[in-house]
């Protein structure tokens, strides 16, 4: 498992580098966020140019895939459930790399972002709701809000589809699995030494968790 999280790990840092640096990477992405315009602003407090703002969230939402994808897959292993989380870690994954890897431009990278984030937010809710403790310390409901909002609803809920499609896909051949996992007496101490521990060492160690991707 280490060999493929590792090498995922890397795929996802070159799509993102690749897209990312090139030359006109934000042409059709600001293009889209003066569109939806009249509904960004409220995301912004301040004023200040916020056409340029979302370009750094978007660019920030899109950077964050490969380090949340490393580090979440890190904790899971410490906390002995990555036998249940990785499948799903691997689906979102494989929803940002997409068909065609270093092809996308910035706006459909930022689509295949949104499908990754939001399959780390449903994944959070359901390990929090299987121990009463999420796999990671992050919210990440808002700042996909904002990402939905620059997307579109129509097309942003085709892609909410797919990734609910996929969790009870995935969640179903788990199913026992999970049982097992978070009822074994090794994964029950773990989760409780994390919850009298906090957060603290996640934080020093992974500090993107820290940051609002919004407000960074």
Not at 52 to 67: D, F, K, W
Not at 179 to 192: M, R, V, W
Request: a negative charge.
């Amino acid at each position: 498992m280490h060999l493929i999280v590792a090498d995922t790990t890397r795929l996802l840092e070159k799509q993102v580098s690749e897209c990312l640096n090139k030359t006109d990477a934000d042409t059709a992405i600001t293009s889209l966020i003066t569109e939806r315009m009249p509904l960004l602003g409220a995301f912004f407090d301040g004023g200040g140019d916020v056409p340029l703002q979302t370009v750094r969230v978007v660019h920030a939402y899109i950077a964050a895939v490969p380090l949340y994808f490393s580090a979440l897959s890190t904790l899971a292993e410490m906390d002995n459930i990555s036998d249940y989380t990785h499948a799903f870690l691997m689906d979102a994954a494989h929803f940002f790399l997409g068909d065609e890897p270093n092809q996308q431009t910035v706006v459909d990278l930022l689509r295949q972002a949104y499908l990754f984030h939001r399959m780390i937010e449903e994944l959070n809710d359901r390990v929090a709701l299987e121990r009463q403790l999420p796999l990671a310390p992050i919210d990440l409901a808002y700042t996909n809000l904002v990402a939905h909002t620059i997307i579109g609803d129509d097309e942003a809920n085709l892609l909410d589809q797919d990734v609910l499609i996929k969790l009870e896909l995935t969640n179903v051949k788990l199913a026992n699995t999970a049982e097992i996992i978070f009822q074994n007496p090794a994964t029950k101490a773990l989760t409780e030494q994390r919850r009298d521990s906090g957060w603290q060492d996640v934080y020093e160690k992974w500090p993107v968790l820290r940051k609002d991707i919004i407000t960074a």
